[in-house]
């Protein structure tokens, strides 16, 4: 088991280090930074002069050898940078945003797996009849509403309903715990409806292909109650495959956060992301995309990790 | 030798037209092909179709409610929405498909070629593609559009295309490589190379053909993802940018303000895009059960 978890720790390296190359050489593809956006953004007239004075500051002159070195000897020290934009670390950009993102990434998942189990379990065992039409339907249409359009119907909803909205700042869970959920369920129910509608056809495909396993019919053969067959013999092996893509869609909650954010204007994680994409906040852009790739990768890990614990087969081989 | 002696060759089972089989199996993949069928139609003649100027502005009819003269109600603008709508499938369509078709292209050679070749080409493309594989799907097409920025031919603009093309590359060449990885032991492969074959040739000429199955799935599904990326690329204002009339784009901005006044402006749009892309995803999950006889029962 160690031996499996070093292997994968050491192969996460790769991977990191390659995103770490691609994002910085994708970046700079194509002339024009920060420093325009910055001056010139209002249409201002800034002299060409003080433009190469702001790049120099920032060290955008310098050889782009030179800016890749420092990027990845930032990387090996941890260091993420100063953003192009505020002059603040990234880190700490990110770390006052992380909390409220976070939270609804969590909150999200609850809703999401909560719903997916009894969804994807039922459209399976009532295979063929209008029920299982029904979830797919309701999967699909979670694969297929955007959030954030969803979002705003769940605002719409609330304002015909009860003349309220969600209010525009954020109220810590700490603070008030009652309103910080009120809050911040919505957001999380836009975004979990569709991590809900993976989980559940994932849930619904790998039970069909359970339920035609031999053991089931043995299960059956010996006369063990239905129920128990479905609970202990069936979902059980598969709930299995239904980790991963719960764990990879929490890592790539993120997606839905970008626009969802938007929407509740909530200043997360995802308004930071698409505020330095349009603003060129190159530094900004790296530091998020390292972030989001580590956790992406930390997530498969203890995924694989999970999985091995449950599943001795694939510890051994 | 007597002709005759053969037996005469049993009669075979009357072939129904494959149109009609997918119909009888898979009743609401059919119905989602028509929604797909009239959205084209409205893309495609959005000219004749649309009883508006998409761009007309009209400050008589500011946020007009639903009418017999503005089926959709009317923008901040006094734009007419149905017609916005109509010209925004095109919008749609036109982004959906190009980038569907160059990601899926891609990542299917990719994943054949990895196959195929196996050994140290199979490993780099593989790293490739799980170092791709990291970003979530929105999050790779805002890095492409930071890195790339506008860049419009024919009113389009391409690098949104690609923007929207390149996330789809590495999870088509999973699967393609998945399905490759099988057919390379074929028989049939290892007599293309002992006649001599060049490399190119048997990808191209072989094995593709025979991994045409996921890659159509694969290149369906993925319109339906790359019409909700562009929606959601123009949403944030980094997708296609007035005044080309696009779903994603007319709920952006102070679309949100009209919450209460007008929240036609909201609804139709979403729906829109909701309905175009539940259609794609549809079809291709009904062309998957279709095409695969193991889901068959």
Not at chain 1, 246 to 275: D, K, R, W
Not at chain 2, 162 to 184: D, G, H, N
Not at chain 2, 267 to 288: E, H, T, Y
Request: with cysteine.
């Amino acid at each position: 088991m160690l031996r499996y978890t070093l292997n994968r720790v050491l192969l996460m390296i790769p991977t990191l280090i390659g995103v770490a190359v691609l994002v910085f050489f994708m970046l700079r593809v194509i002339p024009g930074d920060v420093v325009e956006v910055k001056l010139r953004g209002d249409g201002g007239a800034v002299s060409q002069e003080t433009i190469e004075m702001e790049r120099h500051r920032l060290g955008l002159d310098k050889p782009l050898i030179y800016q890749f070195k420092d990027w990845m000897v930032g990387l090996a020290t941890l260091d993420l940078g100063t953003s192009m934009w505020t002059d603040r670390p990234v880190t700490e950009e990110i770390a006052i945003r992380l909390e409220l993102s976070l939270q609804v990434a969590i909150m999200a998942s609850f809703i999401a797996v909560l719903l997916a189990v009894p969804l994807g379990t039922t459209a399976a065992l009532m295979r063929g009849t209008w029920i299982d039409y029904a979830v797919r339907i309701i999967t699909i249409g979670g694969l297929s509403i955007p959030s954030f359009w969803f979002g705003m119907l769940i605002m719409i909803t609330l304002l015909y309903l009860f003349n309220w909205l969600p209010p525009i700042t954020f109220t810590p869970i700490y603070v008030d715990p009652l309103a910080n959920l009120a809050q911040l369920v919505w957001p999380a129910l836009a975004v979990g409806y569709r991590y809900c509608a993976v989980v559940a056809r994932m849930i619904r495909s790998s039970l069909l292909e359970v339920l035609n396993e031999d053991y089931i019919r043995t299960a059956r053969a010996k006369g063990v109650y239905e129920k128990l067959v479905i609970s202990r013999h069936a979902l059980r092996n598969a709930l299995l495959p239904a980790i991963t893509v719960i764990g990879i869609e929490f890592a790539f909650l993120i997606g839905g956060l970008v626009v969802t954010e938007q929407v509740f204007n909530l200043n997360g994680i995802g308004m930071l992301f698409v505020q330095s994409v349009s603003r060129n906040d190159f530094t900004l852009i790296q530091g998020m995309v390292m972030l989001i790739a580590a956790f992406y990768v930390a997530i498969n890990l203890v995924v694989d990790l999970l999985y091995a614990v449950f599943d001795p087969r694939i510890r051994y081989t | 030798m007597s002709v005759a002696a053969l037996p005469s060759a049993p009669t075979l089972p009357r072939r129904r037209s494959v149109v009609i089989d997918f119909m009888r199996q898979q009743p609401l993949g059919a119905i989602s092909f028509v929604v797909i069928v009239v959205m084209m139609f409205a893309g495609v003649f959005s000219r004749l179709v649309a009883p508006y100027d998409p761009l007309d502005i009209d400050f008589a009819s500011i946020l007009g409610p639903p009418s017999w003269e503005h089926w959709g109600g009317t923008d901040a603008f006094g734009r007419d929405i149905f017609s916005r709508i109509i010209w925004g499938s095109r919008t749609a369509l036109v982004i959906g498909f190009t980038s569907s078709l160059l990601g899926s292209s891609i990542g299917a050679i990719l994943g054949i070629t990895s196959a195929y070749f196996g050994g140290r080409i199979d490993d780099w493309i593989q790293r490739f593609v799980d170092i791709l594989l990291a970003f979530p799907i929105i999050v790779l097409a805002l890095v492409v559009v930071a890195a790339l920025r506008k860049f419009v031919i024919g009113g389009i603009d391409v690098n949104l295309i690609y923007a929207i093309a390149i996330p789809i590359i590495p999870r088509v060449a999973r699967v393609v490589r998945a399905a490759a990885l099988s057919i390379r032991t074929m028989p049939y492969v290892d007599a293309a190379r002992a006649a001599g074959y060049s490399n190119s040739r048997i990808i191209f000429r072989h094995m593709a053909p025979n991994v045409v199955a996921p890659y159509l799935i694969m290149f369906t599904a993925f319109i339906a993802q790359a019409i909700l990326l562009e929606a959601s690329l123009s949403f944030l204002g980094l997708g296609v940018t007035e005044p080309t009339p696009a779903w994603g784009l007319m709920l952006s901005g102070n679309a949100a303000d009209f919450y209460r006044e007008a929240p036609w402006m909201i609804l139709f749009p979403g729906a829109a895009i909701s309905l175009a892309v539940f259609a794609f995803n549809f079809f291709g999950d009904s062309l998957r059960d279709w095409l695969d006889p193991r889901l068959r029962s």
